[in-house]
Nanobody
Framework: QEQLVESGGGLVQPGGSLRLSCAASGFTPDYYSIGWFRQVSEKEREGVSCISSADGSTYYADSVKGRFTISRDNDKNTVYLHMNSLKPEDTAVYYC???????????????WGQGTQVTVSS
C-alpha cells in the first residue's frame, strides 16, 4: 500500500527558507510522478512542483519558479521541496502526492499524504 509521510513544515519569516521532506513507500507502478501541491482552507489546490520517475523531468508552478527546487533521493525513497525566498502568500498546507509520469504540462496527482503546514509570517 502506498504511503506518503511529509515533514519539515513550520513557521518562517518572509525571505526565509524551509525544506519539506516526503518519505514514500509501497509504490507499484514502474513510472509515476511525485511532488507537492498546496491548499489554503477551502480554496483550490495548486500544483507546486513534481518530478517524473520516467526521465527526471520537472514541473514548477509559475508562482514558485526560481524560488523552489524539487529533488529526490532514490536510495532513501524520499523527495524534497527546497523553498527559498518565502513569501506570506506561500502559506498553506503542503501535501506530498503521486500521479501519472507526464509532467510536461503540470502535476496530475491521484493520491497524497496528510500534509504539513507552512506559515510565512513576521
Amino acid at each position: 500500500q502506498e504511503q506518503l509521510v511529509e515533514s519539515g513544515g513550520g513557521l518562517v519569516q518572509p525571505g526565509g527558507s524551509l525544506r519539506l521532506s516526503c518519505a514514500a513507500s509501497g509504490f507499484t507502478p514502474d513510472y509515476y510522478s511525485i511532488g507537492w501541491f498546496r491548499q489554503v482552507s477551502e480554496k483550490e489546490r495548486e500544483g507546486v512542483s513534481c518530478i517524473s520517475s520516467a526521465d527526471g523531468s520537472t514541473y514548477y508552478a509559475d508562482s514558485v519558479k526560481g524560488r523552489f527546487t524539487i529533488s529526490r533521493d532514490n536510495d532513501k525513497n524520499t523527495v524534497y521541496l527546497h523553498m527559498n525566498s518565502l513569501k506570506p502568500e506561500d502559506t498553506a498546507v503542503y501535501y506530498c502526492a503521486t500521479g501519472g509520469p507526464d509532467v510536461r504540462y503540470g502535476c496530475h496527482f491521484s493520491s497524497w499524504g496528510q500534509g504539513t503546514q507552512v506559515t510565512v509570517s513576521s
